[in-house]
């Protein structure tokens, strides 16, 4: 009866990941993490004798140790992974905005027309009459 609660949580945990990914909100490579969380449960869960003699191997003085060592070791890599991202998307952004602004001197160039930037409060003006257009047609 006390393994029912583990199976309970990979259960709600792959649920929770492959409805996130079907509406395209999570990417699979993220997933991969949850994923290696619920097979180690799965397999602790079915041969509970396997985590102390797991841990006790390793040198943990509780199987509780280890348990919180494994957590913080995954939350670690996760931290990186999630910088890395991070850190690539601020490249792009970087790179996409040079390339806009290069764009827009060229046409200011070309036609003698400067445009101005867009602002949040000119991008929902822009927005709302676009829709208001669309809604007359």
Known sequence: MSYVLPFLFVIATITTMVVLMRRRVMKERFT???????????????????????????????????????????????????????????EKTRTLAEQLGILRAQTEQRSGVTTIALTPETVQLVDTTTDATEAEE
């Open 32 to 90: 991969v993490w949850w994923a290696l969380l619920s097979v180690g449960v799965v397999v602790f869960a079915v041969f509970p004798p396997l985590l102390p003699f797991v841990a006790e191997h390793l040198g943990f003085q509780t199987p509780s140790n280890f348990v919180f060592f494994v957590a913080s070791i995954m939350l670690l890599l996760m931290s990186v992974q999630f910088s890395v991202e991070i850190s690539q998307l601020e």
